[in-house]
């Protein structure tokens, strides 16, 4: 087997990709950073509707989500962008990322005096963090750094029949050769969390787990609405799929035959190898 | 003859059409069904291999997949027409938990 490159990152960990990362820290520096990742060849922008007016768990939960963002070894390099009055303030998100030792920097669009000087200032610091990308160069690493995250889209009755399988055997394999691989779409488990359950490492951990699927259950209950035509979509019932079990059943194939040993609530790190 | 279905374990009672089915077709799974389709298919829906009644479950990955809301007949076109999800359910009071 050919071997693994990647890029080496100071934390240790080891990245695919080599991306720099312009990071939105609230909903009003969405276009601010967009504007900034526009004018620097390879630049990702990453906005999203939220950084404002939150408190408690809530704001909590997208610090660590951006954190673990930036953090993501994917990611070379990272700016954050801020409008100045924000609960995710800029600074702060800006230092948690730095934990990692890659450069980060951040621009607040109240400190630089407005808009128009803060895309200035971030495109200027967004540039001299690319040059830097530039030097990095991939070098082989072994199967124990890497971490594969799996997904499904657009699903139909192939994706339980095919696509999913086939993912499958791609995670039994890597989890063989001592890589990590993330099953996620927790909804998604509703209907064959009693098939997965049999696979928990533990019996500790297969019970956590099926009070975790249960909780998820119960909270879309208390809506008082029916899930189907929201899961399954209608795109997926067009392609045949009936009901959610149905559609579970099909899903957790991606995540292949091995045993798991780690349950991750969202942005949370994983701390253990294997199948998650 | 080319498999027109796939049946996915042993203890299904419904097939997976991998091409569209016309209605009279023979289903043709690893082996010849003896089963027609009693109405057109289309590709990736499911179908009847045996009688369902009403309220029976419906067995796809060898797990249920929901139950059948009124008599299904072999051959006939299994869906959101015939087969509900138990899962889920916050429209149904004391819903599955």
């Given at each position: 087997?050919?071997?693994?490159?990647?890029?080496?990152?100071?934390?240790?960990?080891?990245?695919?990709?080599?991306?720099?990362?312009?990071?939105?820290?609230?909903?009003?520096?969405?276009?601010?950073?967009?504007?900034?990742?526009?004018?620097?060849?390879?630049?990702?922008?990453?906005?999203?509707?939220?950084?404002?007016?939150?408190?408690?768990?809530?704001?909590?939960?997208?610090?660590?989500?951006?954190?673990?963002?930036?953090?993501?070894?994917?990611?070379?390099?990272?700016?954050?962008?801020?409008?100045?009055?924000?609960?995710?303030?800029?600074?702060?998100?800006?230092?948690?990322?730095?934990?990692?030792?890659?450069?980060?920097?951040?621009?607040?669009?109240?400190?630089?005096?407005?808009?128009?000087?803060?895309?200035?200032?971030?495109?200027?610091?967004?540039?001299?963090?690319?040059?830097?990308?530039?030097?990095?160069?991939?070098?082989?690493?072994?199967?124990?750094?890497?971490?594969?995250?799996?997904?499904?889209?657009?699903s139909d009755t192939t994706s339980g029949l095919a696509a999913n399988p086939a993912?499958g055997r791609?995670?039994?394999?890597?989890?063989?050769?001592?890589?990590?691989?993330?099953?996620?779409?927790?909804?998604?488990?509703?209907?064959?969390?009693?098939?997965?359950?049999?696979?928990?490492?533990?019996?500790?951990?297969?019970?956590?787990?099926?009070?975790?699927?249960?909780?998820?259950?119960?909270?879309?209950?208390?809506?008082?609405?029916?899930?189907?035509?929201?899961?399954?979509?209608?795109?997926n019932i067009k392609g045949g799929l009936t009901t959610?079990?149905e559609k579970?059943l099909g899903?957790?194939h991606?995540?292949?035959?091995?045993?798991?040993?780690?349950?991750?609530?969202?942005?949370?790190?994983?701390?253990?190898?294997?199948?998650? | 003859m080319k498999n027109n279905v796939v049946i996915i374990d042993k203890s299904d009672n419904v097939a997976t059409a991998i091409k569209d089915l016309s209605e009279g077709e023979v289903l043709v799974g690893e082996v010849e069904l003896g089963i027609k389709a009693l109405q057109a298919i289309p590709f990736g829906h499911k179908v009847a291999l045996k009688d369902i009644k009403?309220?029976e479950e419906v067995i796809k990955y060898g797990e249920?997949i929901g139950?059948a809301?009124?008599d299904i007949r072999a051959g006939e076109h299994v869906h959101i027409h015939n087969l509900?999800?138990?899962?889920?359910?916050?429209?149904?009071?004391?819903?599955?938990?």
């Open positions: 087997m050919s071997e693994l490159l990647g890029y080496w990152r100071p934390d240790g960990q080891v990245g695919i990709r080599n991306h720099l990362a312009i990071i939105s820290s609230v909903v009003c520096a969405n276009r601010g950073t967009e504007l900034i990742a526009e004018a620097v060849p390879g630049a990702v922008p990453i906005i999203h509707q939220h950084g404002c007016a939150q408190i408690g768990a809530d704001m909590e939960m997208v610090f660590r989500t951006l954190e673990g963002t930036g953090k993501n070894p994917n990611v070379g390099a990272a700016l954050v962008v801020g409008l100045g009055c924000e609960s995710v303030d800029a600074e702060t998100l800006a230092s948690r990322i730095a934990e990692s030792e890659k450069p980060v920097d951040f621009v607040s669009i109240q400190k630089s005096g407005g808009t128009l000087r803060a895309i200035e200032e971030g495109i200027r610091k967004a540039k001299n963090m690319a040059q830097l990308l530039w030097k990095n160069e991939r070098e082989p690493f072994g199967w124990d750094k890497l971490i594969l995250g799996t997904e499904c889209g657009g993912t791609v995670a039994d394999r890597v989890v063989e050769l001592g890589g990590t691989v993330i099953l996620s779409e927790t909804t998604e488990i509703i209907g064959a969390e009693h098939v997965m359950a049999r696979r928990a490492a533990t019996p500790e951990l297969a019970e956590k787990f099926l009070e975790l699927i249960d909780q998820v259950e119960k909270r879309y209950m208390r809506l008082g609405v029916d899930f189907r035509g929201g899961n399954p979509a209608p795109g959610l079990e579970s899903a957790i991606k995540a292949g035959t091995s045993i798991f040993h780690e349950l991750l609530d969202y942005a949370q790190r994983p701390t253990k190898k294997g199948w998650l | 009403r309220g249920p139950v809301t009124v509900e999800g138990r899962r889920g359910r916050g429209d149904q009071k004391g819903g599955e938990s």
